[in-house]
C-alpha cells in the first residue's frame, strides 16, 4: 500500500477519492481507522500511509474483496515476503 501511495504521488495525484481493495477485514479496518493495530512494524507502515494521504490530500475508500478476486495480489505479496524475484513491468496510461 506504501509503495502504491508512493506512486500515487510521483504521478502528482491529489484531492482524490483512492479505492483500497483487500481481502484483509483487519487492514481495511485499521487503514479505515475502525480498528486499533498494535503491531509496532505495521503501525509505522499505517502511519506512513496515513500521513502520504493527508499531504496528498486523498480520501480512503476501503473496500473489501473476497480472497478469490484477491488471488493474483496474493500470490505476489507471499512472493515478495519469500525475497522471490519478480520482473515485471506495467504501463499505466489514461
Not at 496528498?56 to 495480489?73: F, G, H, T, W, Y
Request: net charge negative.
Amino acid at each position: 500500500l506504501l509503495h502504491g501511495m508512493n506512486i500515487l504521488e510521483e504521478f502528482g495525484i491529489k484531492y482524490e477519492a483512492v479505492t483500497l481493495r483487500g481481502d484483509s477485514q483487519v487492514v481495511l479496518q485499521q487503514l479505515a481507522g475502525e480498528w486499533p493495530c498494535y503491531d509496532e512494524h505495521l503501525n509505522h507502515y499505517l502511519d506512513q500511509i496515513e500521513q502520504k494521504a493527508k499531504q496528498m490530500k486523498l480520501k480512503l475508500v476501503c473496500e473489501p474483496i473476497s480472497r478469490k478476486q484477491n488471488k493474483e495480489a496474493h500470490q505476489l505479496a507471499t512472493q515478495a515476503l519469500e525475497g522471490t524475484v519478480i520482473d515485471s513491468h506495467k504501463e499505466i496510461t489514461e
